[in-house]
């Protein structure tokens, strides 16, 4: 985890071996941030990647509080989404029904529907095995790590 942060602004370093998200700014403390108005602090979450207007209905401080904590904890990324560039699972699912609905409806105007079966299948699979691998990959490195 390595993090450069200078007075003004903070860089952020990519690394393809661990994916994490870095912070853009250097993590504040509950009291500096108390300090800043509710725009400012709205803003500081926009600049993280979070959607200020999600929040309704809190106070300051506490938004302060959130804020130092998502700050000093960056949530980790995963170096594989979901296929089809899905971040969860009824997403993924509701993609993957509507694209090979769509691969089945077209190519009945062009293949037997055995063949047409079958390239639905063949796809499929191999997303299948993508996937079982990646998750064997992701538990050997956390075994490494433990």
């Known amino acids: 985890n390595s993090r450069s942060s200078s007075s003004s602004s903070s860089t952020t370093t990519n690394s ?8 853009l700014m250097a993590p504040s403390s509950v009291q500096e941030l108390q300090t800043k108005s ?18 309704v209905g809190i106070e300051k401080a506490e938004l302060a509080e959130k ?3 998502l ?5 980790p990324e995963d170096e594989f989404p979901f296929p089809l560039y ?11 029904l509507l694209l090979a609905g769509i691969q089945v409806f077209l190519l009945s105007y062009f293949l037997h ?6 390239a639905l299948v063949v796809p499929t699979v191999g ?10 990959c992701k538990a ?5 790590r433990a």
């Open 38 to 55: 509710v725009k400012e602090l709205k803003e500081l979450l926009r600049n993280e990647g979070y959607d200020p207007a999600k929040l």
């Open 67 to 69: 804020l130092a904590f």
């Open 16 to 23: 393809k071996k661990i994916g994490y998200t870095f912070c």
């Open 140 to 144: 050997e490195k956390r075994r490494k």
């Open 86 to 96: 899905s971040n969860c699972w009824p997403q993924f699912i509701l993609r993957a």
């Open 127 to 136: 997303l299948t095995m993508r996937n079982l691998h990646l998750r064997r």
């Open 113 to 118: 529907w055995s063949y047409n079966v079958a």
């Open 71 to 75: 700050l000093h904890n960056p949530l």
